[in-house]
């Protein structure tokens, strides 16, 4: 149980971070909200890989595909997620990007062997179902294509790195080295596309306490997820990350009340998203 008590606690981080992003972009760039998020990331998770990682044990393959996993996410994945809460809204946004479980469940049966029993299908259809209906309503989802494609391309490439973090933090035995190597990807990434579109990173004066908290959000998200992705398969994990809608709605219930409307058709969907959780935790 222990794996899957770190996933739910990844998601809760996660859906934190969404509503500090929410917050963050009424008045920051998402290139420069999502630099500022990586950048925290690695200030912490450096120094903490540095003493906790056995380095005789990394092996130069493992290091290759985790970095492949942070063009995936936090890079690509990060960067689409924040321009979709930006088109859509933190609520609306999470259930989309959560549908990563079907295209992790999808790669870790093609690639990586694992098998997928009736129980955890059933699981894994429930989140399903439940953001097909969030998807499906007739509002601001329905009406911002950008928003809508975004989402759909960030839990792409969230699926796509679970997978690789698994594969990856698994050949170098450390799950915080991942994490670590994966937000440093991703800076990189941002200074030179800051660079390349001529749209630069704007002064740290102009950051606010939001941007710090989606950094530390994120950062924690990030570690919890690779923790529980080092110590259980895949196909039991990404479901669980899917409760991250759950816990959004929850904390924009309290926190956005003025700026986003809960719905019955997102309490429906988040329904459907905890028990399609619960089939797959005692699985």
């Known amino acids: 149980m222990i794996p899957e008590i770190v996933g739910i606690l990844s998601s809760v981080c996660w859906a934190a971070a969404a509503i500090a992003a929410r917050r963050t972009l009424e008045t920051t760039t998402p290139l420069t909200a999502v630099f500022v998020s990586v950048l925290i990331n690695a200030v912490f998770l450096w120094p903490l890989a540095l003493v906790l990682t056995s380095f ?14 942070g063009l995936a996410a936090p890079t690509a ?11 859509l809204g933190a609520a ?29 299908g059933m699981g894994t259809g429930a989140v399903i179902l439940g953001i097909a209906i969030l998807s499906l309503r ?34 170098v035995d450390s799950p915080i080295l991942g994490a670590a190597i994966g937000v440093t990807v991703s800076l990189g990434i941002y200074w030179i596309l800051a660079v390349a579109t001529k749209k630069p990173i704007e002064h740290p004066r102009r950051w606010n306490r939001f941007n710090y908290l989606n950094g530390i959000f994120t950062g924690l998200g990030l570690v919890l997820t690779i923790i ?9 994990i990404a479901p669980l990350l899917a409760t991250v809608p759950l816990f959004t709605i929850f904390f924009a219930w309290i926190f956005l009340r003025k700026v986003e409307r809960i719905t019955v058709g997102i309490l429906l969907a988040s329904v459907l998203v905890v028990i399609g959780s619960i089939l797959v935790i005692v699985a």
């Open 56 to 69: 005789d044990k990394v092996e130069p393959y493992g290091v290759f595909v985790l970095v492949l996993a």
């Open 77 to 87: 994945g990060r960067l689409l997620r924040f321009v979709a809460v930006g088109k």
């Open 92 to 120: 609306p946004a999470a259930p989309l990007i959560s549908t990563f479980p079907l295209f992790s469940a999808i790669i870790a049966v093609a690639f990586l062997g694992e098998v997928i029993n009736i129980q955890i």
């Open 138 to 171: 007739e509002e601001k989802v329905s009406t911002s294509k950008l928003g809508l494609i975004t989402a759909l391309g960030s839990a792409f490439a969230y699926g796509a790195a679970a997978a690789l973090f698994r594969v990856g933090s698994l050949l």
């Open 228 to 236: 529980a992705l080092f110590l259980e398969r895949v196909i039991i």
